[in-house]
């Protein structure tokens, strides 16, 4: 199995670091600490791209776990919930009960299921937002 360094993990820097991230090395690939605050992250991100790029180099599906093996992190919930996070930053991945592939492997099917899920989730969030809403509105006046 390849470390995060052979498979050309984002060169971060201590300044770019969250104060509770910072290393002992130089730089970490994926420094990111497990904090809620730190789960925002945006398309373009050096952690996101290089998700991005793993995924494209490798053309396949690929589990969280065996991301976070390579990344030398324990296979935990936060480690899950953090490579979601940096997955749901993305324009280039989908994600489904195989793991995350990179678009331009998808086939047609795999590309359209990804998306009508998302939608779909999309609707339904809308959904229960209105019926908070109007929930709230009932109790409050």
Known sequence: MKTAQQINAPQIGHSELHP????????QPLALSL???LFDVRPGDANVVW?????????RWIKAA??????GRDDTEDGKR???????ASTWIISGQKGYKHLEHA????STHA??????QGREMIR??????????????
């Open 20 to 27: 509770a991230a910072a290393p002992s090395k130089p730089f």
């Open 35 to 37: 904090q809620p605050s």
């Open 51 to 59: 998700l991005e790029n793993l995924l494209k180099q490798h053309a």
């Open 66 to 71: 065996e991301l976070l093996q390579w990344l």
């Open 82 to 88: 953090l490579i979601r996070s940096l997955a749901g």
């Open 107 to 110: 086939t047609p099917e795999e």
């Open 115 to 120: 998306v009508n899920w998302l939608i779909s």
């Open 128 to 141: 229960r937002g209105i019926a908070l809403k109007k929930n709230a509105h009932r109790r409050i006046g």
